[in-house]
């Protein structure tokens, strides 16, 4: 949430129109909201791992583009990246070690192996995107918004319900309306 409130929304804000920012932060919702029932669909024992690697690309880089500019900001979203990615990764390891029949240092070494993704998609954020603004902050925007939606996909009370993604979607949809109101109130 740090992550989301902290850094990605406010730096997101600051490069694009305020209707662009609640479009890229409900997109990033709503598109993680169909990955998420997709992996569901699908078996889902690799869930986690699928979700921390969704939010993670674009975090990292929003992260290599901020570098360019802002160190310190730069340093505070590492860090809020690692402390996240860290419980998420160990549920990750679980869950595809309880679903599959794989060793467990081989899954560490696919795990390593796709920490590798993460330096790749801050050279690309700082190569390409510390130059594109408006790509960036719709793309802070939208990893925001997915952000919201798998935290409250996971966090969230678990109520009995058919549709169970509608109350994660349900908050990103509130966080847009208190980002509405930043935005067009005075």
Same mark, same amino acid.
């Given at each position: ?17 305020? #209707? ?53 900001? #730069? ?29 467990? &240092? ?15 998609? #801050? ?9 594109? #603004? ?30 169970? &993604? ?21």
């Amino acid at each position: 949430m740090s992550a989301v409130c902290l850094v990605l929304v406010p730096e997101g804000i600051a490069h694009v129109p305020p #209707a662009a920012a609640l479009f890229w932060l409900g997109a990033g919702g709503v598109a993680f909201m169909f990955a998420d029932r997709a992996l569901k669909s699908h078996g889902g024992g690799a869930a986690q791992l699928m979700a921390m690697l969704l939010d993670f690309v674009p975090e990292a880089m929003a992260l290599g583009a901020i570098l360019a500019s802002d160190r310190t900001r #730069a340093m505070l979203l590492a860090l809020l990246i690692a402390l996240q990615n860290l419980p998420e990764g160990f549920n990750a390891y679980r869950e595809v070690l309880a679903a599959h029949k794989i060793r467990p &240092w081989r899954l560490l070494a696919l795990f390593a192996a796709l920490a590798c993704i993460g330096p790749a998609s #801050a050279a690309f954020g700082l190569l390409y995107l510390e130059s594109h #603004a408006a790509i960036l902050g719709a793309l802070m925007l939208f990893s925001g918004g997915g952000i919201l939606y798998l935290m409250f996909q996971d966090i969230a009370p678990q109520a009995v319900l058919e549709r169970h &993604w509608v109350p994660p979607l349900g908050a990103v949809a509130g966080f847009m309306l208190g980002l509405a109101g930043y935005l067009y109130l005075p």
